[in-house]
Every structure is written in C-alpha cells, then in structure tokens.
C-alpha cells in the first residue's frame, strides 16, 4: 500500500513541483492550499505525513499544526514545516505546536527525501 503524503501549500507552482517531486519518490500525493483544507483532508484522508507551508492563508501552518496535534484522528501524523520563513523565527513556535521537523525552502532534493524517510520511521503505528 503506498505511502500518502499531504501537501499543504498555497503556491500552485510550489505545490505542483512538490508533488512531482514526491510522486517520483514513489508516494501518493493529497493537495490542499490552506490550512483549513489542509486539517479537513488530514482529518478525512489520514495521510502519512503532512508537508505544511507556514505562510498560508487564513489559519498559518503553525496554527493548522497545533489544530491537528490536539486533535486524537491526527495527533500522531507527522507534519514537517516546508517554508521561505527563516528556521530561527519560528522553530520554538513550531516545536510547541508539534511541528516535527523543519525544511526552509529551496530544499536539496537530499535533505527533502532524507528528512521524509526519517519522519516515516519515526511516526507511531
């Protein structure tokens, strides 16, 4: 069964090279461009890991976050920050909203795969 991961991601050329990206990788692929879809398709779908930009829309990435994780359907789905924000400005919000890593945009191609495969062995069952 292939592994679904959510992007969440409010640039439509950002997101359409993301998912290229992770469906070359081998992963299945839901797309939202705000963080209220994002938590709706979170909540709906169960991906296996969310891909969440910070500076979306309506609710930020960092609140879409903390949303997810106080909630028991979500709470244990890895979401990994993916954004052009400095680390520095927002790494201690993101962490206390459970945030569990973090990528500033661009992102290698390394550091992107490397980072994905270590929150999928980390993730609980």
């Known amino acids: 069964m292939p592994i679904t991961i959510l992007i969440v991601e409010d640039h439509i050329d950002s997101l359409e090279v993301l998912t290229i ?11 939202a461009t ?3 879809e994002g938590i709706e398709k979170a909540q709906a779908l169960h ?9 979306l829309p ?3 990435g960092i609140e879409a976050a903390h949303r997810l994780k106080k909630n028991p359907e979500t709470a244990n789905i890895p ?11 927002f790494r201690s ?6 945030i569990s890593d973090f990528l500033t945009k661009p992102t290698s ?17």
Do not use: S
């Open 109 to 125: 191609p390394y550091r992107f795969k490397t980072t994905i495969e270590k929150c999928l062995r980390l993730r609980p069952n």
């Open 58 to 60: 309506g609710i930020n």
């Open 34 to 36: 705000t963080g209220e």
């Open 21 to 31: 990206q992770l469906k070359a990788m081998g992963y299945e692929v839901i797309e």
């Open 93 to 98: 919000e993101g962490e206390k909203a459970g």
């Open 47 to 55: 991906p296996e890991i969310i891909l969440m930009d910070l500076g």
């Open 79 to 89: 979401v990994i920050a993916h954004t052009a924000w400095p680390e520095e400005a």
